[in-house]
Nanobody
Framework: QVRLVESGGGLVQAGGSLRLSCEAT????????MAWFRQVAGKERMFVAA????????LYADSVKGRFTISREHAKNAVYLQMNSLKPEDAAVYYC??????????????????WGQGTQVTVSS
């Protein structure tokens, strides 16, 4: 079965950094967009960052632009999220997602088919 497994979450002080990883198994996503979303309990899952199939294009939510960087490594079937200058409002469960269309780049949850189980990021003030 297709699995996306996130790792790297944890507790960090405001202003600190974390690097999230997402490794996919069961199929490759070499031709597909991948993304990161986050969700706080009781709220909607929100877009964070996306990357297209060859990493030529990226998208970022305004709230993280300049602080977060998305990247991918096809040899490991993985996508990463480098999170710098973390703020308390960044605290959430972070989810990795993979799209099914060939090519493209998307920022809506509806455009992604495969999802990881999430990794918790907690930021203390």
């Amino acid at each position: 079965q297709v699995r996306l497994v996130e790792s790297g979450g944890g507790l960090v002080q405001a202003g600190g950094s974390l690097r999230l990883s997402c490794e996919a198994t069961g199929r490759t996503f070499h031709n597909n967009a991948m993304a990161w979303f986050r969700q706080v309990a009781g709220k909607e899952r929100m877009f964070v960052a996306a990357i297209n199939w060859n990493a030529a294009s990226t998208l970022y939510a305004d709230s993280v632009k300049g602080r977060f960087t998305i990247s991918r490594e096809h040899a490991k079937n993985a996508v990463y999220l480098q999170m710098n200058s973390l703020k308390p409002e960044d605290a959430a469960v972070y989810y990795c997602a993979a799209a099914t269309p060939i090519g493209g780049i998307y920022s809506n949850t509806n455009d992604y088919y495969y999802w990881g189980q999430g990794t918790q990021v907690t930021v203390s003030s």
